[in-house]
């Protein structure tokens, strides 16, 4: 064919040389100036016909683009990671890439040591190894992590002082201390008013003020007052205001954003308005949780009786802490038990700030925990997982996963084990989700192209079993269920199969 367009371009340049003075012998002189070839004559053939592999194509419904492991949740992003990442375990039959033993240990619990076999390779060419399964383990437990692997939920020990920064039993010590000191958000007023009513009895029998401490009952509550911490106790009452104070902003947001489509009725502003200002945005906050109403003046009144006009005065978050307060008579339980459903623990915080405060000033302490003690890098190619127990469940839970390139999804400045830094910065996983849109592991096939709704793979050089036969796979959106039904000549809708498509239909 090749041969054939040449002749036809030397044709074509005879034609215009030769202008319309044509003839066979000029044009033989132009296009076969010496002897030409027989056909063929300079053709090889080897007897292997060569030929280029179909794509393989496969379908998704729902993809949205999170392509790392750690967070891949939709059909589409599942066979993404699956296409173009490496798992622990064997899913086809064929050998698996790492070696997973368990080992019993003498104190009850359980490690399971898992071995990466040589030579695994990320598809850019830097090598899959220990560190990459360290970084993957420690991004699964953070307690920053909210993807659908389960990790975090497994009896690895030393995860949860991990997550509270401390020795367990230090932690334990001062827990115990807080729950002495406050109770249901009462402090000391318990022990307050012991005194009072034994003081009061004390003096409706006529006893003299000089002799009350003769009476047990009375010399009782005033020893237990005596003894109470009240210096914690001011500083449990002070960080539980501060941050209620501080609750008034995210009560605001989280109303603005779960009830946006109510908290404009029976007003005149729009939805943008209220986004526009702050003071507005607080105003329908104090008027959705009733602790202020909007009158038909456009003034807004609180429960306690504060007045803005609301075209140069607004409630503030300060307002709207002062009348929950009062609403709530200062219990900051029950106001969290009804304000707090859907969202962080106010309280639960408040109580790790300073159990860890006190913990860090005890004289036996022994510092912060920076390290899961159950978590264990024993060479470059191996991890061990200490385990209070494990059966087949929990170490299927724990080793079907896909270990994800440190270099790709973490930061390698900040993986130090030594230095208890593991690719990114303890309980913020921000860094690492900033590139869970790529796609690139150790996987058999490469990610190389989309176009919004098809993805495109060619297979891995590095893979280690060996390049897939399969050249290419196209993965592209299930097409859509039409919502057209089928009309008979009569009218009457069915289900038409037909008995033979033609080969030129599409």
Known sequence: MKRLHYILLLWIAAVL?????????????????????????????????????????????????????????????????SLTQLCLISKDGRPAPAEIRRLYNED??????????????????????ADDLLFTYYVLADEDYDGPAGIKTLPIRGLPAYWN???P????????????????GNYDSDLRDAVDEARSELQRQGVAEA????????????????????????EIRTAIEQAWRKDSDALVDYIMTHYSTTITMNTDYSIDEIWETKGLQIMCAMRERLVGELRED???????????????????????????????????????????????????????????RWAAEDP???????????IERLDDRTVAVTLEYCDDAVERSLTDIYVTPLHVYGNMEH??????????????????????KIALGAGEFVYKATDFRTVYFTASETYWHGKSATEQIILSKMPEPSSEPDMTDNGMEENIIPAETPASEG
């Open 364 to 374: 036996d302490w022994r510092g912060t925990v920076e390290s899961i003690s159950g």
């Open 298 to 356: 456009k003034t807004f009144v609180s429960l306690s009786g504060k007045t803005w006009n609301l075209v140069d005065e607004f409630p503030t978050a300060d307002d709207m802490y002062e009348e929950m307060y009062a609403l709530y008579k200062g219990d900051a339980e029950q106001y969290w038990a009804i304000e707090g459903v859907g969202r962080p623990s106010m309280l639960d915080a408040v109580e790790n700030e300073i159990v860890r």
């Open 169 to 184: 039993d230090m932690y334990s010590k001062y827990v115990f201390l807080y729950d002495e000191i406050y109770k249901n």
């Open 211 to 234: 002799r009350w401490m003769d009476n047990a009952t009375y010399r009782n509550a005033c020893g237990a007052l005596d003894n109470y911490d009240s210096a914690r106790a001011e």
């Open 165 to 167: 920064g401390i020795d």
């Open 415 to 436: 993986f130090d084990p030594e230095n208890n830094s593991f690719g990114f910065t303890k309980g913020d996983l921000r860094q690492v989700k900033i590139n869970s």
């Open 17 to 81: 040389l030769a202008g319309c003075a044509l003839t066979p012998e000029s044009v033989l002189d132009v296009v076969a100036p010496s002897e030409t070839p027989l056909p063929g004559s300079d053709l090889v053939f080897s007897g292997v016909v060569e030929s280029t592999p179909e794509p393989v194509y496969l379908t998704y419904s729902e993809m949205d683009g999170n392509f790392c492991p750690f967070w891949a949740d939709k059909d589409g992003d599942r066979m993404v990671v």
């Open 108 to 129: 009850g619990s359980t490690s399971v040591v898992i071995t990466l076999r040589e030579g695994l390779v990320c598809s850019d060419g830097f090598p899959l190894t």
